[in-house]
């Protein structure tokens, strides 16, 4: 049995991280706005790829929010509103989606110009995300395929559809040790008389039997009532000790 | 770098600083007496003069504004932060506790004056005109090279790194870091950027700040009461909104412990006041995290919070009326934002209707509580059952039984989060955070509870001395 969560932190360091960007986020280089195409760079291929790296996307936000104030410090302001490239602030923002439940997407947000929120591209990004976090996982796929420009929306980020079906299987896995297969289908947006139904479940371990799909227990969807006990150290026991070698 | 910005901007704010100049003379003099003994070597005296005459000065003539900053300071007192560009480091000593002041203070103009150019709402035109034609004064970029110039200057992340691993550090420190003045400056703004970045709403590099310094109470920041404090709060802020409250609720009661452990020391600080207000913003924070993710708290701190924002805390947990209370509380206890970019001077629309950076925050952190705000419910009757079906519990609640799955959902991940056990402040790995717990088999709840186990250390512990008493007592009688 797995003692550990099946959630995972986005991580501090990606192991896909070149270090050209780990030293231009590790310094105030990150500041420069110079630098602002090596880290899109880097974007491009977390969009083409399933790496991900919350750290060097934040530091893209700073450094296109920052561009504004940073040209102002050195008397070179411009009032160009659309010096803010929003096709990469919409990439960023999808790729976090796909890191749900990580408070990522949120912390994006908190980066951006409260103006920002408003722009009809992040709205609708708003909204898928509250869908997934309130786990209205049905809704969501209704509201994705409602429009095409959400498809459009997300069409650089290559195999997104299939990373949010990773995050809502996870929910799932977390919750449920036995989910009938045509609920659980119907999260996932397929079909479960396609074979894709079948092999994407058991990526992950979960086996269908008769319309019934068994989950294997896992830290999460345990639930195995525990009592915590106490922790005595040795420090609690120093006095005690200390005093019965005076006798 | 561009250090360009920052001379600039002094000069735009002399304006502000003029009219504090005149009775500058006066403090000098106090000052340079203590020039000399700081020169030689008797920090501890000027410590005392910056922490009680300091005070009856401040009273005298700066009641209603704030003192100026360092660099002003600094030609008065033969030298100061300017000459970090002259040719060599200055011989000066300073209390740690004004040097954290001058950081302090500074980061405090910068965010004053931004929260100032933000609202235009009720300024005359040749405001707005003055406003815009200087869009550079104050600029957060500028701040920032302020702050990470004197980290680089003291060298202080080396020589954090070399008191952690070992090492020279001589070496590490060099010419400039190796005196504290430099020393203290360059560790005060690593604070200071914790802070100024979660006045940008950059949460994660808040923290990441704190790389190299670990929270305990032989830091150096815990030197100095207001800086341990500040720490403290925005360390917990971050953690907070980085949806961490189990972090949070560890940041906040520790340094409320300590605040209310050395109230009775620090009454005739002049910092009493605002170290009181932080601590009354930090019980309403802990308030909100203890209502996103009950927890046992130390008992003191409990029936604080209890007696300041119990209330509060009931409506909190009672679903949807509870969310108002949520805003209000965040409102009262966020830190003053700061727009990074400032108002759009050129979309005239947009000035009148500009939205204040807290709203702004607040919004995105509200949709956030809304999500869970249903949880508590849901617990207290799960609380009830071992097992369950979703119809019944269902009918209980009043809704779909499709909505309460969904629920359900929710509920199992907001019981996960991501939590510190070691290492950097950053790092930390997804644990249960819920005394509940629960599984879903089909259309069946499976409940489970965890419970604190009876503690038998104490009892042990007081048997065994009560035992050694009593054969003490015998061998005296034999």
Not at chain 1, 89 to 115: G, Q, R, W
Not at chain 2, 165 to 175: F, K, R
Not at chain 2, 244 to 272: E, G, P
Request: net charge negative; with cysteine; proline share 3%.
């Amino acid at each position: 049995m797995n003692s550990e969560s099946l959630l995972k932190p986005s991580p501090l360091i990606p192991a896909s991280r070149p270090e050209i960007i780990q030293s231009l986020i590790d310094g105030v280089d990150r500041y420069n706005p110079d630098n602002v195409s090596i880290l899109e760079e880097y974007l491009g291929t977390q969009l083409q790829t399933e790496d991900y790296d919350l750290m060097a996307n934040l530091a893209i936000l700073k450094l296109l929010v920052f561009k504004r104030s940073i040209l102002a410090s050195i008397n070179q302001y411009q009032f160009n509103p659309h010096l803010v490239n929003e096709q990469v602030i919409n990439n960023i923002l999808v790729k976090s989606l796909t890191a749900i439940p990580n408070p990522d997407f949120n912390l994006c947000l908190y980066l951006l110009h409260e103006n920002a929120l408003a722009e009809e591209n992040v709205t609708k990004l708003i909204e898928l995300q509250q869908l997934l976090e309130e786990c209205k996982y049905q809704e969501f796929w209704k509201v994705y395929e409602s429009d095409e420009s959400y498809k459009e929306l997300t069409s650089d980020a290559i195999g997104f559809e299939d990373a949010i079906r990773k995050v809502i299987l996870t929910s799932i896995t977390m919750t449920y040790q036995s989910i009938s297969a045509e609920l659980l289908s119907s999260y996932l947006n397929l079909n479960t008389d396609d074979e894709e139904f079948d092999s994407f479940i058991q990526s992950r371990g979960l086996v269908n039997k008769d319309g019934i799909v068994l989950v294997p227990t896992n830290y999460d969807n345990e639930a195995k009532p525990t009592v915590i006990r106490e922790n005595i150290k040795f420090e609690q026991l120093t006095k005690v000790i200390g005093y019965s070698n005076e006798l | 770098m561009y250090n360009e910005g920052f001379a600039e901007e002094e000069v735009d704010l002399s304006d502000e600083v003029d009219l504090l100049t005149p009775s500058f003379p006066v403090v000098e003099e106090d000052l340079d007496d203590d020039g000399k003994s700081a020169s030689n070597d008797a920090s501890a005296t000027l410590h005392g003069v910056y922490e009680n005459s300091f005070n009856r000065l401040t009273e005298k003539f700066y009641m209603k504004t704030p003192w100026p900053e360092a660099d002003f300071i600094a030609p008065l007192v033969n030298d100061g932060t300017n000459s970090f560009d002259s040719d060599g480091p200055v011989g000066l000593e300073l209390p740690n506790q004004w040097l954290w002041d001058i950081i302090d203070e500074f980061i405090y103009q910068f965010q004053s004056f931004c929260n100032y150019r933000n609202r235009l709402k009720n300024k005359t035109e040749e405001e707005i005109v003055l406003l815009r034609d200087n869009i550079q004064v104050w600029s957060c970029y500028s701040v920032l090279n302020v702050l990470y110039s004197l980290i680089t200057k003291s060298r202080i992340t080396e020589q954090l790194l070399v008191s952690k691993h070992g090492g020279d550090m001589i070496e590490a420190a060099g010419e400039y870091g190796s005196r504290p003045l430099y020393k203290m400056l360059g560790y005060f703004s690593i604070i200071g950027l914790l802070r100024v970045h979660c006045l940008l709403g950059d949460y994660t590099l808040a923290l990441k700040m704190m790389d190299n310094i670990e929270l305990n109470k032989k830091a150096l920041f815990a030197r100095v009461t207001a800086c341990h404090v500040t720490t403290y709060y925005y360390v917990g802020f971050a953690y907070m909104m980085m949806r961490r409250y189990a972090d949070a609720i560890k940041a906040f009661s520790h340094i409320l412990v300590f605040i209310a452990r050395t109230k009775m020391y620090h009454t005739r600080s002049y910092q009493f006041d605002q170290i009181n207000k932080k601590g009354d913003q930090m019980y309403a924070l802990l308030a909100i995290c203890i209502a996103l993710c009950p927890t046992r708290l130390d008992e003191n701190i409990h029936a604080h919070m209890r007696e300041k924002y119990g209330e509060q805390l009931s409506k909190m947990q009672r679903g949807e009326e509870g969310l108002q209370t949520f805003e209000d509380l965040f409102l009262y206890a966020c830190p003053k934002f700061i727009s990074p970019i400032g108002p759009n001077f050129e979309d005239l629309n947009s000035l009148t209707q500009a939205i204040e950076p807290h709203h702004h925050h607040a919004k995105i952190f509200l949709a956030e509580v809304r999500h869970q705000i249903l949880i508590p419910t849901l617990r207290s009757y799960l609380k009830l059952y071992t097992t369950m079906g979703i119809d019944k519990l269902a009918a209980f609640l009043e809704i779909e039984p499709d909505k309460l799955r969904t629920q359900l959902l929710i509920v199992k991940q907001k019981s996960r989060q991501q939590k510190w056990i070691s290492g950097t402040l950053l790092e930390g790995e997804y644990v249960a955070t819920s005394d509940l717990d629960f599984c879903l088999k089909q259309d069946m709840i499976h409940i489970a509870e965890s419970k604190v186990g009876r503690r038998y250390g104490d009892w042990f512990l007081r048997n065994i001395n009560k035992f050694q008493d009593i054969i003490a007592g015998m061998e005296l009688r034999a």
